[in-house]
Protein backbone atom coordinates (compact mmCIF):
# COMPACT_ATOMS: atom_id res chain seq x y z
CA UNK A 1 0.00 0.00 0.00
CA UNK A 2 1.57 3.65 -0.99
CA UNK A 3 1.89 5.77 1.80
CA UNK A 4 1.87 9.46 2.20
CA UNK A 5 3.67 11.32 4.93
CA UNK A 6 3.61 14.84 6.55
CA UNK A 7 5.02 16.80 9.19
CA UNK A 8 2.22 17.13 11.59
CA UNK A 9 2.26 20.89 12.34
CA UNK A 10 4.02 24.23 10.62
CA UNK A 11 4.18 27.06 12.20
CA UNK A 12 4.77 30.42 10.40
CA UNK A 13 4.89 34.17 11.38
CA UNK A 14 2.52 36.30 9.28
CA UNK A 15 4.06 37.26 5.70
CA UNK A 16 6.72 34.88 5.92
CA UNK A 17 6.74 31.03 3.85
CA UNK A 18 5.20 27.76 5.09
CA UNK A 19 6.78 24.68 3.57
CA UNK A 20 4.43 21.60 3.81
CA UNK A 21 6.08 18.15 2.44
CA UNK A 22 4.78 14.82 1.32
CA UNK A 23 6.66 12.39 1.18
CA UNK A 24 5.96 8.99 -0.78
CA UNK A 25 8.33 6.44 -3.14
CA UNK A 26 9.13 7.83 -6.28
CA UNK A 27 6.37 10.45 -5.37
CA UNK A 28 8.05 12.43 -8.20
CA UNK A 29 6.43 9.88 -10.78
CA UNK A 30 3.02 10.69 -9.93
CA UNK A 31 0.57 14.03 -9.75
CA UNK A 32 0.27 15.50 -6.49
CA UNK A 33 -2.58 17.17 -5.04
CA UNK A 34 -3.06 19.42 -2.01
CA UNK A 35 -6.33 20.22 -0.04
CA UNK A 36 -7.02 23.14 2.42
CA UNK A 37 -8.93 22.26 4.83
CA UNK A 38 -10.20 25.02 7.54
CA UNK A 39 -12.17 23.38 10.75
CA UNK A 40 -15.69 22.37 10.42
CA UNK A 41 -15.68 22.86 6.64
CA UNK A 42 -15.47 20.50 3.70
CA UNK A 43 -11.56 20.24 1.66
CA UNK A 44 -10.71 22.81 -0.53
CA UNK A 45 -8.31 21.63 -3.44
CA UNK A 46 -5.67 24.23 -3.88
CA UNK A 47 -3.18 23.08 -6.53
CA UNK A 48 -3.71 19.92 -8.54
CA UNK A 49 -0.95 18.15 -10.56
CA UNK A 50 2.01 19.27 -8.89
CA UNK A 51 1.81 23.10 -9.12
CA UNK A 52 -1.33 24.08 -11.35
CA UNK A 53 -3.95 25.95 -9.28
CA UNK A 54 -7.61 25.97 -9.70
CA UNK A 55 -9.21 29.24 -10.23
CA UNK A 56 -9.44 31.66 -7.32
CA UNK A 57 -7.17 30.25 -5.53
CA UNK A 58 -4.40 33.26 -4.88
CA UNK A 59 -0.89 32.85 -6.25
CA UNK A 60 0.84 32.67 -2.90
CA UNK A 61 -0.10 29.06 -3.13
CA UNK A 62 2.45 26.65 -5.56
CA UNK A 63 3.57 23.56 -5.56
CA UNK A 64 6.70 21.28 -6.97
CA UNK A 65 7.44 17.45 -6.54
CA UNK A 66 10.47 15.16 -7.56
CA UNK A 67 12.07 12.29 -6.30
CA UNK A 68 10.23 11.24 -3.43
CA UNK A 69 8.86 14.55 -1.98
CA UNK A 70 6.31 16.89 -2.69
CA UNK A 71 5.93 20.25 -1.53
CA UNK A 72 3.44 22.75 -1.05
CA UNK A 73 4.79 26.27 -0.54
CA UNK A 74 2.44 29.36 0.78
CA UNK A 75 4.24 32.23 0.23
CA UNK A 76 3.42 35.52 2.22
CA UNK A 77 1.63 33.63 4.84
CA UNK A 78 -2.04 35.48 6.03
CA UNK A 79 -4.09 34.58 9.29
CA UNK A 80 -6.30 33.22 6.89
CA UNK A 81 -4.14 30.60 5.67
CA UNK A 82 -4.60 28.43 9.03
CA UNK A 83 -5.55 24.68 8.42
CA UNK A 84 -4.85 21.14 7.45
CA UNK A 85 -3.49 20.60 4.51
CA UNK A 86 -3.75 17.33 2.83
CA UNK A 87 -1.53 15.55 0.08
CA UNK A 88 -3.50 13.23 -2.63
CA UNK A 89 -2.00 10.76 -5.57
CA UNK A 90 -3.73 8.56 -7.41
CA UNK A 91 -1.77 4.53 -6.80
CA UNK A 92 -3.34 1.76 -8.95
CA UNK A 93 -1.16 -0.84 -6.73
CA UNK A 94 -2.88 0.65 -3.27
CA UNK A 95 -5.78 -0.57 -1.20
CA UNK A 96 -6.96 2.89 -1.37
CA UNK A 97 -6.12 3.76 -4.87
CA UNK A 98 -6.70 7.77 -3.89
CA UNK A 99 -4.07 7.71 -1.43
CA UNK A 100 -4.48 11.20 1.18
CA UNK A 101 -1.54 11.88 3.10
CA UNK A 102 -1.39 11.92 6.74
CA UNK A 103 -2.51 16.07 7.16
CA UNK A 104 -0.06 18.73 7.91
CA UNK A 105 -1.77 21.35 10.13
CA UNK A 106 -0.66 25.17 9.30
CA UNK A 107 -0.61 27.09 12.49
CA UNK A 108 0.09 31.40 12.12
CA UNK A 109 1.50 32.56 14.79
CA UNK B 1 -22.39 26.59 -9.92
CA UNK B 2 -21.35 23.21 -9.08
CA UNK B 3 -22.86 21.71 -5.52
CA UNK B 4 -23.37 18.87 -4.08
CA UNK B 5 -24.88 17.98 -0.72
CA UNK B 6 -24.81 14.79 1.00
CA UNK B 7 -27.89 13.28 3.21
CA UNK B 8 -28.36 10.35 5.73
CA UNK B 9 -28.50 9.25 9.26
CA UNK B 10 -26.69 10.77 11.81
CA UNK B 11 -26.84 8.62 14.24
CA UNK B 12 -26.99 4.44 13.17
CA UNK B 13 -26.37 1.35 15.51
CA UNK B 14 -23.47 -1.42 15.24
CA UNK B 15 -24.79 -3.90 12.71
CA UNK B 16 -27.02 -1.89 11.11
CA UNK B 17 -26.50 -0.55 7.09
CA UNK B 18 -25.60 2.74 6.52
CA UNK B 19 -26.99 5.31 3.61
CA UNK B 20 -25.93 8.00 2.39
CA UNK B 21 -26.86 10.02 -0.54
CA UNK B 22 -24.87 12.59 -2.32
CA UNK B 23 -27.30 15.09 -4.32
CA UNK B 24 -25.45 17.35 -6.89
CA UNK B 25 -26.06 20.04 -8.94
CA UNK B 26 -24.45 22.22 -11.72
CA UNK B 27 -22.94 18.74 -13.79
CA UNK B 28 -24.35 15.49 -14.91
CA UNK B 29 -22.69 12.26 -14.65
CA UNK B 30 -23.74 11.27 -18.03
CA UNK B 31 -20.76 13.93 -19.39
CA UNK B 32 -17.88 11.61 -20.46
CA UNK B 33 -15.28 11.50 -17.79
CA UNK B 34 -17.08 12.80 -15.01
CA UNK B 35 -16.68 11.10 -11.88
CA UNK B 36 -18.10 11.18 -8.07
CA UNK B 37 -16.37 9.38 -4.87
CA UNK B 38 -17.08 9.23 -1.82
CA UNK B 39 -14.55 9.73 0.89
CA UNK B 40 -14.83 9.88 5.07
CA UNK B 41 -12.66 11.55 7.81
CA UNK B 42 -12.84 9.77 11.16
CA UNK B 43 -12.95 12.60 14.12
CA UNK B 44 -9.38 14.53 14.27
CA UNK B 45 -8.31 12.28 11.20
CA UNK B 46 -6.99 11.97 7.68
CA UNK B 47 -9.28 11.79 5.06
CA UNK B 48 -9.83 8.07 3.84
CA UNK B 49 -10.83 7.58 -0.12
CA UNK B 50 -14.11 4.82 -0.05
CA UNK B 51 -15.98 4.55 -3.64
CA UNK B 52 -16.10 6.02 -6.76
CA UNK B 53 -18.30 5.68 -10.09
CA UNK B 54 -18.21 6.89 -13.24
CA UNK B 55 -20.17 8.11 -16.18
CA UNK B 56 -20.29 4.76 -17.49
CA UNK B 57 -21.59 3.46 -13.76
CA UNK B 58 -18.15 1.70 -13.43
CA UNK B 59 -17.57 1.37 -9.74
CA UNK B 60 -14.08 0.90 -7.60
CA UNK B 61 -13.77 0.39 -4.41
CA UNK B 62 -10.99 0.71 -1.39
CA UNK B 63 -10.12 -2.90 -1.04
CA UNK B 64 -10.48 -3.39 2.53
CA UNK B 65 -14.11 -1.78 2.55
CA UNK B 66 -14.98 -3.29 -0.52
CA UNK B 67 -16.81 -6.35 0.99
CA UNK B 68 -19.22 -3.98 2.61
CA UNK B 69 -20.10 -0.97 0.17
CA UNK B 70 -22.09 -0.65 -2.53
CA UNK B 71 -22.09 2.59 -5.04
CA UNK B 72 -24.46 3.43 -7.08
CA UNK B 73 -25.69 6.65 -9.31
CA UNK B 74 -29.66 7.54 -10.61
CA UNK B 75 -28.24 9.82 -13.43
CA UNK B 76 -31.91 11.17 -13.99
CA UNK B 77 -31.94 12.60 -10.09
CA UNK B 78 -28.38 13.97 -9.80
CA UNK B 79 -28.03 11.15 -6.99
CA UNK B 80 -25.58 8.65 -5.66
CA UNK B 81 -26.25 6.52 -3.44
CA UNK B 82 -22.96 4.66 -0.65
CA UNK B 83 -24.26 1.67 0.96
CA UNK B 84 -22.09 0.30 3.45
CA UNK B 85 -22.90 -2.84 5.94
CA UNK B 86 -22.40 -3.81 8.93
CA UNK B 87 -21.31 -0.06 10.80
CA UNK B 88 -19.13 -0.57 13.29
CA UNK B 89 -18.15 2.32 15.70
CA UNK B 90 -14.66 2.90 13.88
CA UNK B 91 -16.91 3.75 11.12
CA UNK B 92 -18.21 7.06 13.10
CA UNK B 93 -16.47 9.47 10.58
CA UNK B 94 -18.11 12.75 8.47
CA UNK B 95 -18.66 11.14 5.41
CA UNK B 96 -18.05 13.56 1.97
CA UNK B 97 -18.77 13.04 -1.70
CA UNK B 98 -17.08 14.76 -4.18
CA UNK B 99 -16.25 14.91 -7.75
CA UNK B 100 -13.50 14.03 -10.48
CA UNK B 101 -14.42 16.19 -13.36
CA UNK B 102 -12.26 14.67 -16.22
CA UNK B 103 -11.28 11.00 -17.52
CA UNK B 104 -7.81 9.97 -15.82
CA UNK B 105 -7.63 8.92 -12.90
CA UNK B 106 -4.55 11.07 -11.45
CA UNK B 107 -7.70 14.23 -11.73
CA UNK B 108 -7.94 15.63 -7.98
CA UNK B 109 -11.51 15.64 -6.58
CA UNK B 110 -12.39 19.58 -7.19
CA UNK B 111 -15.50 20.02 -5.89
CA UNK B 112 -17.20 18.39 -2.40
CA UNK B 113 -20.29 18.63 -0.17
CA UNK B 114 -20.09 19.88 3.37
CA UNK B 115 -20.04 16.44 4.72
CA UNK B 116 -22.40 14.76 6.93
CA UNK B 117 -21.59 13.20 10.62
CA UNK B 118 -22.22 10.09 10.90
CA UNK B 119 -22.21 7.90 14.57
CA UNK B 120 -22.22 4.60 15.33
CA UNK B 121 -23.17 4.38 18.67
CA UNK B 122 -26.02 1.78 20.29
Known amino acids: SYVLTQPPSVSVAPGQTARITCGGN??????VHWYQQKPGQAPVLVVY???DRPSGIPERFSGSNSGNTATLTISRVEAGDEADYYC????????????FGTGTKVTVL | QVTLRESGPALVKPTQTLTLTCTFS??????????VSWIRQPPGKALEWLAL???????YYSTSLKTRLTISKDTSKNQVVLTMTNMDPVDTATYYC??????????????WGQGTLVTVSS
Open chain 2, 26 to 35: GFSLSTSGMC
Open chain 1, 88 to 99: QVWDSSSDHRYV
Open chain 2, 98 to 111: ARRPKEGSSWPFDY
Open chain 2, 53 to 59: IDWDDDK
Open chain 1, 26 to 31: NIGSKS
Open chain 1, 49 to 51: DDS
